[in-house]
């Protein structure tokens, strides 16, 4: 069973930075595919970013692109979500998920298709 477990989430202000990390535990790591997402209150949770199996193929949202990066390391079984010049319209739930496509270059961007989720971290950007 796969478990993930997010941290650093916290309170800053626009235009601070922000490193999210998604500790990866119980499965095989180098066959999980690693998506974050974001939800509001009362809304669907939305794709922020996903990475593949394969280290070298990855997906960032328009709506973060050339703010956030993600990035795996296959060494801590981590997987980085990097945020900078954060915006108070980035205030989420931020989520990471593992999916196990057998592909290993194939980047999973919908939550259905993830069958496991973290517990979620907090993001409050200030204006």
């Known amino acids: 069973q796969v478990q993930l477990v997010e941290s650093g989430g916290g309170l800053v202000q626009a235009g601070d930075s922000l490193r999210l990390s998604c500790a990866v535990s119980?499965?095989?790591?180098?066959?999980?595919?690693i998506g974050w997402f974001r939800q509001l209150p009362g809304k669907e949770r939305e794709i922020v970013a996903a990475?593949?199996?394969?280290?070298?193929?990855?997906y960032i949202a328009d709506s973060v692109k050339g703010r956030f990066t993600i990035s795996r390391d296959n060494t801590g079984n981590t997987v980085a979500l990097q945020m900078n010049s954060l915006k108070p319209e980035d205030t989420a739930v931020y989520y990471c998920?593992?999916?196990?496509?057998?592909?290993?270059?194939?980047?999973?961007?919908?939550?259905?298709?993830?069958?496991?989720w973290g517990q979620g971290t907090q993001v409050t950007v200030s204006s």
């Open positions: 998920a593992a999916a196990t496509p057998l592909d290993p270059f194939l980047i999973v961007i919908r939550p259905s298709e993830y069958a496991h």
């Open positions: 119980g499965g095989t790591y180098s066959r999980t595919a």
């Open positions: 990475i593949s199996r394969r280290v070298d193929r990855f």
